[in-house]
């Protein structure tokens, strides 16, 4: 067992390197280049006056197949990496932050990359790859003996649950983070207009799409927690702050749903309560280093 | 004239009839949902910090916000009259909001208007048109054909020399969003009847070798036979296992073996396993010999006012109106040692009568062994052993089938109406001498996704019947005929 969580965690440091190149190379496309021209004019006088302007240009293409192809690499060690680590358990990797957010990590380098496949835009890797890469520099700094594959305590002993409703969970957080970067990009879209980037039109197809995916799973996750809670605790809803966390961060979705049915809302403050969206996301995924409750599991209470 | 009828009408409109009109439009107003859903939300996000220490952490850096913060951990959210209001609120709009879309929905999927315009085709954000050397009627079944094998419902109705079509697939999907709204309600009324008619106790304490009563008119006794738990090497618990023996009025009825996760179930009673403690087995006997008390003071459910360390139990005697103490010894000597003044060892426990008639007179106090008696006042106390407690949590919730139920139809209806979108294309087949003009544009304003749709489908139009389609695509503009209103249900 204490090889495959070395060897688990190798991988992860793989995945950490190919996550960090395929950033900068998706910033890199996206970004675009900074052209400088310069003209020189001989006066008739005899001096020379010199002007120079700047000019915004496409990042180079290549940059973006890089930071798709590392971006694969990387999905590809995070997955071995989860797997190994799946194995050494004989469970899901969710019993602690450090086994969470691997998962998380993994599958939200894969959500995108499908969105990316099916879109056809690779724009979106800039934001989604630097939430991936914050995450990951959040699993390097959680303490060595997270890293060691413990038990689990009687009250988390229900396998397919536990697997069933993590998953969606990590599954919702992933496609709201993925909405998150259309909502970024969007805003910066209808006012700049760049043409390199993708459509404003697209940009909220994108975080739409995302949000139908994540909405229902998030749904999901509340109404197998409520079983769960059932099973375990004998009541399927205890105002527990997880569960009210989780339903804050639903109910905000709601909204953005809404909205994106109201002339006049649609747009760019659907945009915005898809950020607000997504710091409920954050807000509920730490919750655990500051809510008590029956969620305690965190490894970090 | 028509503006002399339209005054006509509203002046024959009542005062009663413009309000319950105006209050009809609040509640099947988007806008208003919004508002109430993000209120519900704040709601939700203020009870949530009430459950943290984040509320303190801004009182402390911001001392002026102190009171704010004292008054948000005082105040029981989840149980307050803001949240019942809105929940109710919500329940009306979804209720008035379904009544008000029912008819609009029906009708698109039963009869949708197959008519359009060519100003809306000619200022769509997109369409499509070919020539095809054929007449019109064969052009529409061309159309048919190839929307036909996409899933489409292709409806044609001729005006003049032109046909129009309408065009719409995953019609029956727009039903999703009724079960989805059905289950939020369910769900609140689910709650509301397990409030109602449940009961759940928290801390059911049975003792080794004890019988205690359910109560709730239910009838039940449940026994602890034993109580075993298992540990890892590194001290974490593996398992906490209650062998239990269920009784119905005196008859047994059921017995099982319980851990967490793993509950008995009887008819509408669920009993789970908590967690477990101490006990002190007492023997106590007043100066006749009778006995008032033979059975197990559950230990841990207090503790010392002294010693937060030491567990402690309490047991009442109303035959004597007395009040015993139990104390055990201290659980972890090394934190504040300075509080254990009663330094009890192993097999020992300190043991206080208290008058409950005269709580100011002088409680009797005794540390007495494992075996031993003691006499305190009026009564003698024997230790007999010590012994273990399972903490089991018994409830019965007689809306936990609603909350099932609400739960598949929510599920059931986000993936209706998310996973099957409603797309509808417009055309007309117009004759243009020997030839067939198609005009056909989607409505799909501001629907990416929908529009890709619609261009997959000229491109297989194009394949099927070997034309060529000139797409346009159009600038948006505001004002649009086509205009979303401010309601739902239009």
């Not at chain 1, 120079?52 to 990387?74: C, I, Q, R, Y």
């Not at chain 1, 959040?138 to 697997?163: C, F, H």
């Not at chain 2, 159009?474 to 239009?490: F, I, L, S, V």
Request: overall charge negative.
């Amino acid at each position: 067992m204490e090889t495959l969580v070395k060897l688990s965690f190798f991988c992860f440091a793989a995945a950490s390197i190919a996550l960090a190149g395929s950033l900068v190379s998706y910033i890199l496309y996206t970004v675009g280049r900074v052209k400088v021209r310069q003209a020189s004019l001989q006066t008739s006088a005899g001096t020379t006056v010199t002007a120079s302007s700047a000019e915004f240009t496409p990042g180079w293409s290549s940059a973006g197949k890089f930071g798709s192809m590392l971006a694969w690499f990387g999905v590809v060690l995070m997955g071995m990496s989860v797997l190994f680590r799946t194995i050494a358990a004989e469970r899901g990797p969710y019993s602690n932050m450090y086994e969470f957010s691997l998962a998380f990590v993994f599958v939200l380098m894969l959500v995108y990359l499908l969105f990316e496949r099916f879109y056809e835009v690779r724009q979106l890797g800039a934001i989604v790859m630097a939430i991936a890469m914050a995450m990951a520099l959040y699993i390097w700094s959680l303490p060595a003996y997270m890293r060691e594959v413990d038990a689990l305590n009687p009250a988390l002993q229900n396998g397919p649950l536990m697997t069933v409703h993590v998953s969606s969970a990590i599954l919702a957080y992933a496609t709201f983070a993925v909405s998150f970067a259309a909502a970024i990009l969007f805003l910066i879209q209808i006012r700049r207009n760049i043409s390199w980037l993708p459509s404003a039109d697209m940009l909220d197809d994108i975080g739409y799409r995302a949000v139908t995916i994540g909405f229902p799973m998030l749904a999901l996750v509340l109404i197998l927690g409520s079983i769960w809670a059932h099973q375990a605790w004998g009541a399927y809803w205890s105002w527990d702050p997880k569960e009210t966390a989780a339903l804050f961060t639903w109910l905000v979705y709601g909204v953005y749903l809404h909205t994106r049915s109201l002339r006049g809302w649609r747009g760019q403050r659907s945009a915005i309560v898809l950020l607000i969206g997504f710091g409920a996301v954050i807000f509920t995924y730490y919750g655990n280093y500051f809510f008590g409750g029956m969620h305690a599991y965190g490894g970090v209470n | 004239m028509a503006q002399a009828t339209l005054q006509n009408r509203s002046a024959r409109r009542s005062p009663i009839e413009m309000i319950v009109d105006r209050i009809w439009r609040f509640f099947c107003s988007v806008r208003a949902a919004i508002y109430e859903i993000a209120f519900l939300a704040v709601l939700v996000l203020l009870g949530t910090l009430r459950g943290s220490d984040a509320p303190q952490w801004l009182g402390n850096a911001i001392p002026f916000t102190q009171p704010a913060v004292d008054w948000l951990y005082g105040w029981d959210v989840f149980h307050s009259l803001p949240l019942m209001l809105i929940l109710a609120l919500l329940c009306v709009a979804i209720v008035v909001c379904t009544i008000n879309r029912v008819p609009g929905i029906w009708k698109t999927i039963s009869n949708p208007v197959v008519r359009t315009t060519r100003g809306f085709l000619e200022s769509s954000e997109l369409s499509a048109s070919y020539s095809m050397p054929h007449q019109p009627d064969t052009a529409a079944q061309g159309i048919q054909s190839t929307l036909g094998k996409n899933r489409y419902r292709v409806l044609h109705e001729p005006h003049g020399s032109d046909i129009h079509v309408f065009a719409d697939k995953n019609r029956l999907a727009k039903l999703g969003t009724f079960p989805f709204h059905l289950a939020l309600i369910l769900m609140l009324i689910g709650g509301i009847v397990g409030a109602r008619y449940g009961f759940r106790e928290n801390s059911f304490v049975v003792p080794e070798g004890s019988v205690r009563d359910v109560g709730h008119n239910t009838g039940l006794s449940v026994e602890l036979v034993q109580f075993s738990d298992s540990w890892r090497e590194d001290g974490t618990p593996v398992e906490y296992r209650s062998d239990l023996v269920l009784y119905k009025n005196g008859e047994v009825v059921d017995e099982d073996s319980i851990t967490v996760n793993n509950p008995m179930t009887h008819g509408a009673v669920t009993i789970y396993q908590s967690s477990y403690g101490q006990t002190a087995r007492l023997l106590i006997t007043d100066n006749q010999d009778r006995v008032l008390f033979d059975d197990s003071v559950p230990l841990g459910l207090y503790t010392s006012t002294a010693n937060p360390d030491a567990p402690a139990g309490v047991q009442m005697l109303p035959q004597v109106n007395a009040q015993i103490n139990v104390i055990a010894p201290d659980e972890d000597r090394a934190n504040a040692p300075e509080l254990d003044t009663l330094n009890l060892q192993g097999g020992q426990m300190f043991v206080q009568v208290r008058d409950t008639v005269d709580p100011t007179s002088e409680p009797v106090s005794a540390v007495v062994e494992q075996g031993e008696s003691v006499a305190l006042g009026d009564i003698n106390v024997q230790f007999v052993r010590e012994e273990r407690f399972t903490l089991l949590q018994v409830a019965s919730n007689p809306g936990i089938p609603i909350f099932w139920a609400a739960s598949f139809l929510l599920v059931a209806g986000l993936a209706t109406t998310f996973y099957f979108p409603h797309r509808r294309v417009r055309g007309i087949i117009s004759r243009d001498g020997d030839q067939a003009g198609v005009t056909l544009a989607p409505l799909a304003r501001w629907d990416w996704s929908g529009q890709r749709d619609f261009r997959r489908i000229i491109e297989q139009l194009e394949r099927d019947l070997g034309v060529k389609a000139t797409v346009v695509e159009r600038p948006k503009e505001t004002g649009h005929p086509m205009a979303e209103p401010d309601q739902a249900g239009a």
